[in-house]
């Protein structure tokens, strides 16, 4: 009888435990739920003043060349004074251009909260589609590599939408970079994950060392050079990379060579499968 009841008190006591870390554990999850929550509250109203001004800008110079232009209708216009204007409505039309890119990415972006569809995909399918569209967008001099010690036979379990947003971010900020030479896309297992890299030698690295998505889209100047940048779009790396639970870090060294990595929790088989 004694033995009974011992083992029920242990019994209420275990359940008591998995009740409180599981309480714990849930509450922890509500509580970085609540804060993204609030900083992406305070990031709206930021975000759209800082499209407001963005906009403003380009705008105002577009409508003042014009007016100008109008203006001197009447009048003998020096074919260089209208090419200088021709040019200088051309620049901030273009200038728009990149800034409506960069709000279309915005929008394919769900950084608020994660909503993933997983499918099943063979990973050396998916990598070698993104190295055929990474081919349209890099120098004719430069080739697109993909390596990898896993079976071709290997299959992961991963949203395809957000991959795809992610792998085209890394590639062509590598495509702006290199002028000649090769883009190395590395994928493995590691830690039950999906690990994957590009690499590449180019200038311009320094700009690279990026901060969060919510950071940068608080800063003044933060979408105005969006288009000639690759800030934003390693933010949003950053961000995705956050919402699949993984780790995202870049390595540019003094040789100018970079590689961005990320890492994931991923469901993979047939790793090694007739290997």
Request: glycine letters at 6%.
């Amino acid at each position: 009888m004694s033995i009974s009841i011992l083992i029920i008190v242990l019994l209420v006591i275990a359940f008591g435990i998995w009740s409180f870390i599981l309480r714990h554990r849930y509450a922890k999850r509500l509580d970085v739920a609540l804060k993204r929550a609030q900083k992406s509250e305070q990031l709206k109203s930021v975000f759209i003043d800082n499209i407001s001004r963005t906009l403003r800008s380009p705008l105002n110079a577009i409508n003042g060349y014009c007016d100008w232009i109008l203006e001197k209708k009447g009048e003998n216009m020096q074919s260089d004074q209208m090419r200088e204007l021709v040019g200088n409505i051309s620049e901030h039309s273009k200038e728009l251009a990149d800034f409506v890119e960069q709000l279309h990415e915005m929008s394919k972006f769900e950084g608020i909260t994660p909503s993933f569809t997983f499918i099943e995909v063979n990973l050396t399918e998916l990598m070698a589609s993104y190295r055929r569209e990474a081919m349209n967008f890099t120098n004719p001099d430069v080739a697109v590599r993909v390596t990898t010690d896993l079976s071709p036979h290997c299959r992961g379990i991963l949203d395809t939408n957000l991959m795809h947003q992610l792998m085209m971010h890394l590639l062509r900020n590598a495509a702006k970079h290199v002028v000649q030479g090769d883009i190395f896309i590395r994928y493995g297992c590691e830690r039950r994950g999906l690990k994957v890299s590009v690499s590449y030698t180019g200038m311009g690295m320094a700009e690279l060392e990026g901060e969060d998505i919510f950071s940068f889209l608080q800063k003044d100047d933060a979408l105005k050079d969006a288009g000639k940048s690759s800030l934003f779009g390693i933010a949003i790396c950053r961000a995705i990379v956050d919402m699949f639970g993984g780790e995202f870090y870049l390595d540019s060294g003094s040789d100018k060579k970079t590689v961005a990595t990320f890492w994931f929790p991923c469901t993979m088989k047939d790793i090694y499968k007739d290997i």
